[in-house]
């Protein structure tokens, strides 16, 4: 051990520790004024640093300024106020131990009992697009080190950190202090909080001053702090515990509030944002029906449609109603009333949507078993993606990328019309919220018939063509990545897809151009390829 130790039999008991002295040092004033009120009624000495202590003084409560404890006035514009051993003795000082009272005595320092700490909004400034030179003024150095004081002598100070607490620790001290378990919940929380910030800090550090990607994108280090939002009953099965995590900052699924139904499981949150993803890659009014992280469904409104998501949820269902039963549904505009009536009469595990009228939450709230969920407002799509490997993490970015229509090349046929090439496009946007290997034909805007998941083309060409019937076709179809032999495509012409998109780049494009040009089939090659596994 490098660390002091000290005779464990020297350690006196402390459970409940009466607040006396108390020092409050915060940025966001919110609710000071309510705790100094509490902590002057209960005859708390309060300690403070600039502003924190004209706030309180100005409410009319006696205040010890920090400079008259430390004998030091805050100096180099704020950079040092509570640094100082008058302060930190006073935190750090464990008076479960005879000796550490004896010197605190003999320095003629006093301890605090409980110590109020928010930071500088180092977060908010980064946000605001701040220079350089401000960010860095916004990095705090004394409330971190008072808070991580506290937090480690949770055995004899309550450290708060969050506005949120106040009224617990006004009630703990009018009831005659806190708890050790109390303190020691309060440390945990105090030791995220500046680990959250610190992580911030850094993050900026390297990514905007120092950047040290070497021109990857990629930073040389990658923190994230996660906070537990949700425990699940379990996770894909049930022998699997589970539990979902949100970042503070997230703007996503993770933060969506439930409406109506039963919780929501690990499976459920997996199908979620696997349909926003797909809904949300549209601007039109667009819904994706999804099951097992797959599309059985993906439409835009149909033209002239006099509620576009209704006719959108429609046309997404009918490509495939076997398998929409029990799926998850994303909407990317409010669900109106016409959508919730369809919906009802559908078993449906869960509905995501931005916003529902509320017609629709009346008629859906019927069902018992479908979940609601709305999301956040300024609902951010993931933009870096994350996937654990076993002893690591990759990281990308997110397939938003998008070749028009304008950008692709003509390998076979006729030109596509207007008509023909928004077919095309849309087909080829919805391709890629199938897991590959994926094969999507598309009739009006609307999927027809879904090929996804298989471990060769011919096999997505098949089970694609197969879903359709009929509605092959007249149907365009995009594929996911370029051909590799005639064979999957020539399983397309034969079933009467009339245009076909895909990346190409194989080196049978010849082979398998020719095989569009003899069946009299439009064939674009977009240069793009849409892997999603
Ligand atoms: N330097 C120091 O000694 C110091 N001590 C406390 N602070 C911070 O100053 C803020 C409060 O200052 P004021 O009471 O002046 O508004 C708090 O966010 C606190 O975390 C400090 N500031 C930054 O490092």
Known sequence: ?????????????RDLVPVRRALVSVSDKSGLLELAGALAAAGVEIVSTGSTAATIRDAGHDVTDVASVTGFAEALDGRVKTLHPAVHAGLLADLRLEHHEAQLAELGIAAFDLVVVNLYPFRQTVASGAPALDVVEQIDIGGPAMVRASAKNHANVAIVV?????????????????????????????????????????SWLGNVVAPDDKGTGFPGWVGGTWDRAQSLRYGENSHQAAALYATPEGRGIAQSVQL?????????????????RAAYDFDEPAVAIIKHANPCGIAIAGPGASDPIASAHERAHACDPVSAFGGVIAANRTVTRAMAETVSGIFTEVLIAPAFEAEAVEVLTRKKNIRLLTLPEGFQPTVLEQKQVSGG???????????????????????????LAAELEFAWRACRAVKSNAILLASGGASVGV????????????LAVERAGERASGSVAASDAFFPFADGPQILFDAGVRAVVQPGGSVRDEEVVAAAKAAGVTMYLTGERHFFH
């Open 162 to 202: 969050s506005p949120e607490r106040y009224g617990e620790i006004a009630e703990a001290v009018a009831a005659g202090g806190t708890t050790l378990a109390q303190r020691q919940r309060l440390a945990v929380e105090a030791f995220r909080h500046t680990a959250g910030y610190d992580v911030a800090v850094a």
């Open 393 to 419: 993490l990759l990281l990308q970015q997110a397939d938003r990328e998008f070749a028009p229509f304008s950008s692709w090349t003509l390998a076979a046929g006729e030109p596509a019309d207007d008509a």
């Open 451 to 462: 090929g996804m998941g298989q471990v060769n083309r011919v096999d997505s060409c098949r």
């Open 1 to 13: 051990m490098s660390g002091p130790s000290h005779d464990h039999s020297l350690y006196r008991e």
């Open 260 to 276: 109506h139904g039963k919780e929501m499981s690990y499976n459920n949150y997996v199908d979620a944002d696997a349909a926003v």
